[in-house]
T-cell receptor, first 117, second 113 residues
Framework: DAGVIQSPRHEVTEMGQEVTLRCKPI?????LFWYRQTMMRGLELLIYFNNNVPIDDSGMPEDRFSAKMPNASFSTLKIQPSEPRDSAVYFC???????????????FGPGTRLTVL | KQEVTQIPAALSVPEGENLVLNCSFT??????LQWFRQDPGKGLTSLLL?????REQTSGRLNASLDKSSGRSTLYIAASQPGDSATYLCAVPLPNQGGKLIFGQGTELSVKP
């Protein structure tokens, strides 16, 4: 298996522009998570999906952030408009069980390094 | 509120040394605890997952222990190698919040040849 795939790996954009990050989870995994990593705050969960349905988006910082999972093999995280403080590494992770069982490993993608100028 | 702390923040050891990384958590009601490795500029690689009913998990030179009652976990690395240099993070899921992982800040390990 190729593991969790994220694109792009690096994104540099200007303040105010729309940014879309993409994720393909491991085939057969039921749950998908979006995390953000910064030096100041470490790793934080933004949102997660069970069977393509958003369950908890309490970590999404603002209305400028939105996430979708139109099918079991694809998810997007969109920031519109982007701001310099959104600069971070964004990780996507997936797991086999439904998030709630709590006993399955999460597998992470390589991340997207976002820089907003 | 669950908080996860890792000590030390950074560690430098000579090659061949055995070492222990520490992770503590404030709420002992956890399903499991997961240890990850992160190389610079890369994603997280899952190393070990210990279920709440277990006390230890081993994988090669790595051994992770879990003591729920004291809110602590340790990651033991035997015969360290320069290739072990990375940041090691521990994480616990919040109960009844479906897999939401709370991460420690990590321990940055450097193994000198």
């Amino acid at each position: 298996d190729a593991g969790v795939i994220q694109s792009p790996r690096h994104e540099v954009t200007e303040m105010g522009q729309e940014v879309t990050l993409r994720c393909k989870p491991i085939s057969g995994h039921n749950s998908l998570f979006w995390y953000r990593q910064t030096m100041m705050r470490g790793l934080e969960l933004l949102i997660y999906f069970n069977n393509n349905v958003p369950i908890d988006d309490s970590g999404m910082p603002e209305d400028r952030f939105s996430a979708k999972m139109p099918n079991a093999s694809f998810s997007t995280l969109k920031i519109q408009p982007s701001e310099p403080r959104d600069s971070a590494v964004y990780f996507c992770a997936s797991r086999q069980g439904l998030a709630g069982a709590g006993d399955n490993e999460q597998f992470f993608g390589p991340g997207t390094r976002l820089t907003v100028l | 509120k669950q908080e996860v702390t890792q000590i030390p923040a950074a560690l430098s050891v000579p090659e061949g040394e055995n070492l222990v990384l520490n992770c503590s958590f404030t709420d002992s009601a956890i399903y499991n605890l997961q240890w990850f490795r992160q190389d610079p500029g890369k994603g997280l690689t899952s190393l070990l997952l210990i279920q709440s009913s277990q006390r230890e998990q081993t994988s090669g030179r790595l051994n992770a222990s879990l003591d729920k009652s004291s809110g602590r976990s340790t990651l033991y690395i035997a015969a360290s190698q320069p290739g072990d240099s990375a940041t090691y993070l521990c994480a616990v899921p919040l109960p009844n919040q479906g897999g939401k992982l709370i991460f420690g800040q990590g321990t940055e390990l450097s193994v000198k040849p």
